[in-house]
């Protein structure tokens, strides 16, 4: 059946999903004009122009892969779009909202309170790691995937744990809060680690002989794409896309790691050498 006949691009209202964008981008701007000016050293901006651009591109990026018609065809036709949601809404949106977050937000939101303990906890890089590998991986579980297929509040359920297990799995990363950061060749390590997992569930889809999830093994056919060549594109993105994109992010990492370590070190060298002459004097 093609594209048109299945009627897969007809669209269709997601109210909530306008509705926790709406409030996203209404709690920042109201923290931003009302709580930040309090906070700040005066003539110090709240939030930076970075800091915005960055809230901008994840709560849009959050709104494309959460809505129509990314949200549809990835529910009800096929898997390889679902897993671009996945992808979207752990490796790429949080990092850009935690980027986007300036640090006297976190502090407010994250460490005052009763589950202030809990969080900090829950941020650290073991457990945090743990935590998302663990959901990760049964968020690919077939009963849960055809379920959550079926049934609308379950899958939102999957994709906020996702969600907010990714954004603590990246906070030692690129977290507002400093202290909780890790050192850059630590985070390079993490990261690396992070791309190991993925690995598993993403060759069992591109490996399987079978279609591994019912709910996707239906006539409706998009494009002309079978049921196993979707989980192996899946499969695919997931191993390799999602593991090049890590990759990347460690590349970037340790060429600015390496550049500052070098500056580091000439300046060293031109302060000793400095030294050195205002002793011969």
């Not at 110090?44 to 960055?54: E, G």
Request: with cysteine; charged share 15%.
């Amino acid at each position: 059946m093609t594209l048109f006949a299945a009627n897969a691009w007809a669209w269709r209202p997601h109210p909530e999903v306008w509705v926790l964008m709406v409030a996203i981008i209404g709690l920042y701007l109201w923290a931003e004009r009302t709580i930040g000016p309090k906070v700040v050293p005066l003539g110090t901006p709240p939030v930076t122009r970075a800091q915005k651009r960055y809230f901008v591109a994840g709560v849009a990026l959050m709104w494309l892969a959460a809505d129509w018609p990314m949200h549809d065809i990835g529910e009800n036709y096929l898997y390889v779009v679902h897993m671009v949601q996945h992808l979207l809404l752990t490796l790429v949106v949080p990092p850009l909202l935690l980027l986007g977050t300036p640090e006297w937000l976190a502090r407010l939101v994250l460490t005052e309170g009763r589950a202030a303990p809990w969080i900090k906890r829950m941020v650290r890089p073991v457990a945090a790691a743990a935590v998302y590998n663990v959901v990760l991986l049964l968020s690919h579980w077939p009963t849960l995937v055809n379920t959550s297929v079926r049934v609308g509040w379950l899958h939102f359920i999957v994709h906020a744990v996702l969600f907010v297990t990714a954004l603590a799995v990246w906070t030692p990363i690129c977290g507002p809060i400093p202290e909780w950061r890790l050192s850059v060749p630590a985070q390079m390590v993490y990261l690396f680690l992070m791309s190991v997992v993925p690995t598993l569930p993403g060759a069992w889809l591109t490996f399987s002989t079978h279609a591994v999830y019912k709910a996707y093994d239906i006539p409706q056919r998009l494009w002309g794409i079978s049921v196993r060549s979707d989980q192996q594109a899946a499969g695919l993105l997931m191993k390799l896309g999602g593991g090049a994109y890590l990759w990347t992010i460690i590349a970037v990492l340790f060429f600015r790691w390496a550049a500052r370590d070098e500056a580091a070190s000439k300046e060293a060298r031109s302060v000793a050498g400095r030294q050195a002459i205002s002793t011969r004097n």
